[in-house]
């Protein structure tokens, strides 16, 4: 594997085996283009979402649920 070192986002340990590498998303920065995630494949199951954004989502479908005329 060569590039940037691929750390799990469950463990914060390193993925040396490229097979067990499972990509997950990809995390927007403030100040450029953001990073990819991975995790080992045991633990792609523990992830959890990021929890401001269901927060934010569940908002919104309210909203839309309370809305006259839905």
């Not at 927007?28 to 927060?55: E, F, K, Y």
């Not at 989502?57 to 839309?64: C, F, G, S």
Request: aromatic letters at 4%; charged letters at 20%; a negative charge.
């Amino acid at each position: 594997m060569s590039g940037t070192p691929r750390i799990c986002r469950h463990c914060d340990e390193p993925i040396t085996d490229p097979d067990d590498a499972v990509y997950v998303g990809h995390e927007p920065s403030n100040s450029g283009p953001g990073w990819a995630i991975w995790a080992h494949r045991a633990h792609v199951d523990l992830l959890q979402p990021d929890p401001v954004a269901v927060r934010i989502l569940a908002r919104v479908l309210v909203a839309r649920a309370l809305r006259p005329g839905a």
